[in-house]
């Protein structure tokens, strides 16, 4: 079953490519790009450099969410009490607190797990990692790939979802995935499935950590990101929960040029409405990194906003405080590798997707070769493969995904507009351009 359908996809990219090839002889098909002074203008990278960044963005995702995943989850509503200098892992709980912590039920559970064990650095130890975990931060971004390779650009929602219940292992999916998943099964598909008549996951994470890809295969070009967002986004998500994505891939299209931090913060702005609740969240963030020059104090005053919802802790996987958690990363971590996914990380919740997202962002502005040996040695293992067997193998090779990025990414750029010559990218320019306004039920905090 894997080598028939890896000849397939192969034998689907080679015809696209001679597709692909028979546009540019023809010249740009499409006008996405913008004018100035009545000329089209072009931004230009090398493809070796765009190989390099979209490297860098890969690996800086994976690193991160390795490097955070013993983190996860432990720390909700306070920030985690030290930094991460290196690989480390939670030491094995000692059969006392475990058995303590057996009798308690909820979130008692994990408050007395942390305050008596996770807070604790003497009990995490420095590791080696020898692959890549299965991690669906990185495979559900395999599939969204896998079905644009075997349908080509105009893939359909549906399609990708119906590939998920064909070659997805349905107890690795959680969240808002897991509950669009149970929706493609009623015969509900996108984009209903993401809808909030159907789901109460609409702004769950989901999109934010996955949407990565569509700004690796869209350099420059926004408002092509925000396309795949509203078309990909809304299978498991609706309003936030679909913006958070955007806005992360809007950075990501703009990472290829930009390496200030704050500017590449701001721009995302430009990607989704003003008046959504995770715009808000954007603009305070920044408002709070002008006031606070350190991060807790700005932590703090964040909490009893974006933290809380009627003096309860918001979910774990609510869209708007992980992503503060994102742009905190960002914009105090000043475009240190390290130093911006310890502090994502040390914000807490969603501890190792937030970071996760932080230096892949970061990755793509830095390029593989600008991230530091103790995190890039990650290049050289392979990638555990649990949820997604049947189509790629076991473990993954990251030359695949690499090179299947490039190429998915050349398509992209050529279709709307670009060219490719002596060896330069040339990416029409354009300017983000937000979507509509549509929120789930929220009241902001405070009000």
């Given amino acids: 079953m894997k080598t028939k359908m890896n000849y397939q996809l192969l034998k689907g990219m080679l015809i696209r490519c001679v597709i692909i090839l028979s546009l540019f002889l023809l010249g740009p098909v499409c006008t996405y790009g913008q004018e100035l002074d009545g000329k089209r203008v072009y931004r230009q990278i090398t493809l070796e450099d765009y190989k390099d960044k979209v490297e860098g963005g890969w690996l800086g995702q994976a690193i991160a969410v390795l490097w955070g995943q013993?983190?996860?989850?432990?720390?909700?509503?306070?920030?985690?009490?030290?930094?991460?200098?290196?690989?480390?892992?939670?030491?094995?709980?000692?059969?006392?607190?475990?058995?303590?912590?057996?009798?308690?039920?909820?979130?008692?559970?994990?408050?007395?797990?942390?305050?008596?064990?996770?807070?604790?650095?003497?009990?995490?130890e420095i590791w080696v990692p020898d692959k890549m975990s299965d991690q669906d931060d990185l495979y559900i971004e395999f599939m969204f790939l896998y079905s644009i390779l075997k349908n080509g650009l105009n893939v359909t929602a549906k399609e990708i979802a119906e590939d998920w219940l064909r070659y997805l292992q349905p107890n690795r999916i959680w969240g808002a995935n897991k509950a669009a998943y149970l929706n493609f099964g009623k015969g509900i598909w996108p984009p209903w499935s993401g809808h909030p008549l159907?789901?109460?996951?609409?702004?769950?994470?989901?999109?934010?950590?996955?949407?990565?890809?569509?700004?690796?295969?869209?350099?420059?070009?926004?408002?092509?990101?925000?396309?795949?967002?509203?078309?990909?986004?809304?299978?498991?998500?609706?309003?936030?929960?679909?913006?958070?994505?955007?806005?992360?891939?809007?950075?990501?299209?703009?990472?290829?040029?930009?390496?200030n931090p704050r500017k590449l913060a701001e721009y995302s702005l430009r990607a989704i409405p003003a008046e959504s609740t995770y715009a808000q969240m954007v603009r305070d963030v920044l408002d709070l990194h002008q006031k606070y020059p350190n991060w807790q104090d700005a932590w703090k005053a964040l909490q009893p906003k974006w933290g809380k919802k009627d003096g309860k802790l918001v979910p774990g996987l609510d869209v708007r405080i992980n992503?503060?958690?994102?742009?905190?990363?960002?914009?105090?971590?000043?475009?240190?590798?390290?130093?911006?996914?310890?502090?994502?990380?040390?914000?807490?919740?969603?501890?190792?997707?937030?970071?996760?997202?932080?230096?892949?962002?970061?990755?793509?502005?830095?390029?593989?070769?600008?991230?530091p040996e103790k995190w890039a040695m990650l290049?050289?293992?392979?990638?555990?493969?649990?949820?997604?067997?049947?189509?790629?193998?076991?473990?993954?090779?990251?030359?695949?995904?690499?090179?299947?990025?490039?190429?998915?990414?050349?398509?992209?750029?050529?279709?709307?507009?670009?060219?490719?010559?002596?060896?330069?990218?040339?990416?029409?320019?354009?300017?983000?351009?937000?979507?509509?306004?549509e929120q789930t039920i929220w009241v902001e905090p405070g009000r």
């Avoid at 109460?200 to 690796?216: C, R, V």
Wanted: charged share 20%; proline share 6%; with cysteine.
């Fill in 70 to 124: 013993w983190t996860e989850g432990k720390w909700q509503g306070e920030m985690v009490p030290f930094d991460l200098e290196d690989w480390y892992r939670s030491k094995p709980i000692p059969n006392d607190i475990a058995e303590k912590a057996e009798k308690i039920q909820g979130p008692e559970r994990r408050q007395f797990m942390t305050k008596n064990f996770y807070n604790n650095k003497n009990n995490w």
């Fill in 198 to 259: 159907y789901t109460t996951q609409g702004d769950a994470i989901d999109f934010q950590i996955e949407a990565d890809l569509f700004g690796l295969i869209s350099p420059g070009l926004p408002r092509i990101s925000n396309a795949w967002g509203d078309k990909v986004g809304h299978i498991m998500n609706y309003g936030d929960g679909v913006y958070g994505g955007m806005a992360m891939a809007a950075m990501y299209t703009e990472a290829f040029f930009e390496s």
């Fill in 323 to 371: 992503g503060a958690y994102v742009y905190m990363g960002l914009l105090y971590g000043g475009g240190d590798f390290w130093k911006s996914m310890n502090i994502s990380m040390r914000c807490g919740v969603d501890s190792d997707c937030n970071p996760s997202s932080v230096a892949g962002i970061l990755g793509t502005v830095l390029g593989m070769k600008g991230i």
């Fill in 379 to 437: 290049r050289k293992l392979p990638i555990e493969n649990i949820a997604i067997k049947e189509i790629f193998p076991n473990p993954i090779n990251w030359d695949d995904i690499l090179d299947a990025t490039i190429e998915v990414g050349k398509w992209n750029i050529l279709q709307n507009g670009g060219y490719l010559d002596n060896g330069v990218l040339y990416i029409p320019y354009q300017t983000p351009t937000s979507p509509p306004l």
